[in-house]
C-alpha cells in the first residue's frame, strides 16, 4: 500500500491544467480546464496552467498558443505565468538523481537487446513480461562505466490504492507495477516523472483530469512514495462521448473551442454547458458562472460518460444570449466580428444594434443567429433583397407598398398606432395581414424571417421605413 500521505482538506486548493500542445484546443481539454477553475476559484483557491511540452516531436507553439487563445476565450484566467515542462527538466532530472540518493531509485544499466531478450523468454514461459531489472539489488561495486537509466524501486508485492473522489476506491496489485524508469539513458526525463515533480513544485492539492489518467495515477503514486511527497487528492473524470455513445472522434465533428467560437456560441454559454457535460447540480441547466462557482463539487461529477448533445448546447446558448443585457450582447457581437475576420459595425450600426436588442436576442440560438436576424438595422439601404424575399416583391407587392406609404408619412410612430394603421389599411381592402407582412419584411429586411414588422418599424424610425418602402414600392 502506497506510504503517501494524501493532501489534508483544509490546505489552499491548487488545481490545475495541464495540455500537451499538439493541436488545437480539444473541448476536452476545455471542460476539464472548466473544472479546475470552478474548483479553484469556487474556494479561494489558485488555478495554475502548465504546458506539457516535454514531447519535442509533436508539440508546436502555435498549439501552446491555441491553448492559451482558447483559455482566454473562454474567460478561465490563471494565476501567475504559464509552466513550460520542457523547461523544468533539468529540475526533474535532478529529483531522479535524488532518488538514487535516497535510495528509492537505482541505475539500470540494462541495454535495449537485454531488455527484449527478456521479454522473449518471458514470453516463451507464459510470465508476465514486466521487465525486472537485474540491477535492482546489484552491488554498486559492479555497475560499468556505461549510460545508465534511473529506474524506480517500485514495491514487487502489495497493493497501491488511489482515493478517487470520482472513480472510488481504485486497486492496483503492485505485481502490476514494473520499476518504471524516470531518467533514461539520454538524460531527459520521463513524461510520468515530470508531472508528479511540477504537480508537487505547483504546490498542486487536487489533479482533476479525464480518467484515461487513471493507470497513470497509479504510476505516479510511484513517483510521490519515492520522493516521500504528498499526493494530491485525484479526481478521474469520465470522458466525453459524441451523441452517439462512442467516443469522442473526428467524426463527430467540430471538436475544437475555436470551432465552436466561430460557430458563435457565448463564452458564458459553453462554459455552461461544458459544466454539465458530466456535472450535475439537481436538476439545474441553466447557470451563471456565479452559480457554476458555488456549486461546483468533486461530489457532483458522474461516473458515467457524458454525452454531446448539440440540441442543449443551442438551446442554452440561446437562454445566454437572452440573458445578457443589450449593451453587452453588441460588445459581445464586436468581439466575435473581430475575432472571426469579419467587417467590425460602425457607430450607426452599433446604435441601431443597441436598439434593435430587445427584438432580437430573445430568438437567437448564436451570435450568427442573431447578426442575420439584425440584418435589417445593419444594411445600408438600397436594401438587396435575398432571392426569397426577391420573390415576394411582386408587381402586386409593389403596387401595395406604394400604397401604404403616405398612410405611414402621418401617423405617429408608436407601435399601437402604426398597428391600428396597418390594420385599417387592410380592413379597407379586405387584406388578410399576412399578405402584407411578406412584402413588409422583403422591403424593410431584403429577408423574409424577420423581426416583427412593427419591431422593424420602430427600430428604423419614420424617415428609413419610409425611405425603403419607397425604394421597394418601385
Ligand atoms: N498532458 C496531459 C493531457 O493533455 C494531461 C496530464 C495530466 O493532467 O496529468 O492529457
Not at 445593419?378 to 432571392?387: I, T, Y
Not at 411578406?438 to 424577420?450: D, F, I, K, Q, S
Request: one cysteine or more.
Amino acid at each position: 500500500m502506497s506510504q503517501a500521505s494524501q493532501t489534508p482538506p483544509d490546505a489552499p486548493v491548487v488545481t490545475r491544467i495541464a495540455p500537451s500542445p499538439t493541436g488545437f484546443m480539444h473541448i476536452g481539454t476545455a471542460r476539464t480546464a472548466l473544472f479546475n477553475w470552478l474548483y479553484a476559484r469556487g474556494r479561494n483557491g489558485r488555478f495554475l496552467l502548465r504546458i506539457e511540452d516535454t514531447d519535442r516531436v509533436r508539440s508546436t507553439p502555435e498549439a501552446a498558443e491555441a491553448i492559451v487563445r482558447g483559455m482566454r476565450w473562454l474567460g478561465l484566467d490563471w494565476d501567475g505565468e504559464p509552466v513550460s515542462q520542457w523547461a523544468m527538466r533539468e529540475r526533474h532530472a535532478a529529483v531522479a538523481r535524488e532518488m538514487l540518493a535516497r535510495g528509492s531509485a537505482y541505475k539500470c544499466f540494462a541495454t535495449q537487446d537485454e531488455i527484449e531478450a527478456f521479454r522473449a523468454a518471458a514470453r516463451a514461459e507464459g510470465r508476465s513480461t514486466l521487465f525486472r531489472s537485474p540491477w535492482r539489488d546489484a552491488d554498486p561495486a559492479t555497475h560499468p562505466d556505461a549510460p545508465y537509466a534511473i529506474r524506480i524501486k517500485a514495491p514487487q508485492d502489495g497493493v497501491t490504492v488511489i482515493r478517487d473522489q470520482v472513480q472510488g476506491e481504485v486497486t492496483i496489485r503492485n505485481s502490476e507495477l514494473d520499476d518504471m524508469i524516470v531518467l533514461r539513458s539520454d538524460g531527459s526525463p520521463t513524461y510520468m516523472l515530470a508531472v508528479v515533480v511540477d504537480d508537487h513544485d505547483m504546490g498542486v492539492t487536487h489533479v482533476i483530469r479525464g480518467d484515461d489518467h487513471l493507470n497513470n495515477a497509479a504510476r505516479q503514486m510511484l513517483v510521490y512514495d519515492a520522493m516521500g511527497w504528498q499526493v494530491p487528492v485525484w479526481a478521474h473524470i469520465p470522458l466525453i462521448h459524441g451523441p452517439d455513445g462512442k467516443k469522442l472522434s473526428k467524426r463527430h465533428g467540430a471538436l475544437g473551442v475555436e470551432d465552436w467560437q466561430a460557430m458563435g456560441y457565448p463564452a458564458a454559454a459553453l462554459r455552461n454547458y461544458l459544466v454539465r457535460l458530466g456535472w450535475s447540480h439537481g436538476d439545474d441547466e441553466f447557470f451563471t458562472d456565479a452559480q457554476a462557482r458555488d456549486w461546483f463539487d468533486l461530489s457532483g461529477i458522474n461516473r458515467a460518460p457524458a454525452r454531446l448533445d448539440p440540441k442543449k448546447l443551442d438551446n442554452l446558448s440561446g437562454k445566454h444570449i437572452a440573458a445578457t443585457e443589450d449593451a453587452a450582447l453588441v460588445a459581445q457581437v464586436q468581439e466575435f466580428l473581430a475575432a472571426t475576420g469579419r467587417d467590425p459595425l460602425d457607430d450607426g450600426q452599433v446604435e441601431r444594434l443597441g436598439r434593435a436588442m430587445y427584438c432580437l436576442k430573445d430568438r437567437a440560438k448564436t451570435y450568427i443567429d442573431l447578426i442575420e436576424k439584425a440584418r435589417f438595422c445593419l444594411v445600408e439601404r438600397p436594401v438587396q433583397p435575398d432571392e426569397k424575399a426577391a420573390a415576394l416583391l411582386t408587381d402586386e407587392a409593389r403596387a401595395l407598398l406604394a400604397e401604404l406609404t403616405p398612410h405611414l408619412q402621418t401617423a405617429s410612430w408608436m407601435r399601437d398606432t402604426l398597428e391600428a394603421e396597418i390594420a385599417r389599411f387592410n380592413d379597407a381592402r379586405g387584406l388578410k395581414f399576412a399578405v402584407l407582412a411578406g412584402p413588409l419584411r422583403a422591403a424593410l429586411a431584403g429577408r423574409t424571417a424577420t423581426p416583427s414588422v412593427f419591431d422593424m418599424m420602430l427600430v428604423l424610425g419614420r424617415d428609413e421605413t419610409l425611405a425603403r418602402l419607397q425604394d421597394s414600392a418601385g
